[in-house]
């Protein structure tokens, strides 16, 4: 089992930029692939990004390709979201999850799950 936490969320202008962080404790953080999910307000929750256990691969969302990126240091138990190039559109609660199995965009294969961290783009 794994606790995860989020910070680094706040209010930034558009065009700005935020570094999200998902600290995890319990065991065994680098044998979960990791994802970030972000859920505004009114809508479902949506995929945003994921790591593989070792960080050799990742996937983006078409809406935040080539301005996010996600990594992950193992040794410290951390997962990271830089987020670049903020628009109004990318105003949502943030949460990162972990899954122990597969290697997926769907958030019902992942069985972990922090609090959320809020992030708001001013226009």
């Known amino acids: 089992q794994v606790q995860l936490v989020e910070s680094g969320g706040g209010l930034v202008q558009a065009g700005g930029s935020l570094r999200l962080s998902c600290a995890a404790s319990?065991?065994?953080?680098?044998?979960?692939?990791m994802g970030w999910f972000r859920q505004a307000p009114g809508k479902e929750r949506e995929f945003v990004a994921r790591?593989?256990?070792?960080?050799?691969?990742?996937y983006y969302a078409d809406s935040v390709k080539g301005r996010f990126t996600i990594s992950r240091d193992n040794a410290k138990n951390t997962m990271y979201l830089q987020m670049n190039s903020l628009s109004p559109e990318d105003t949502a609660v943030y949460y990162c999850?972990?899954?122990?199995?597969?290697?997926?965009?769907?958030?019902?294969?992942?069985?972990?799950w922090g609090q959320g961290t809020q992030v708001t783009v001013s226009s």
């Open positions: 790591i593989w256990w070792s960080g050799e691969y990742t």
């Open positions: 999850a972990a899954s122990p199995g597969r290697y997926s965009s769907g958030p019902q294969e992942y069985n972990y």
């Open positions: 319990g065991r065994a953080f680098s044998t979960y692939n």
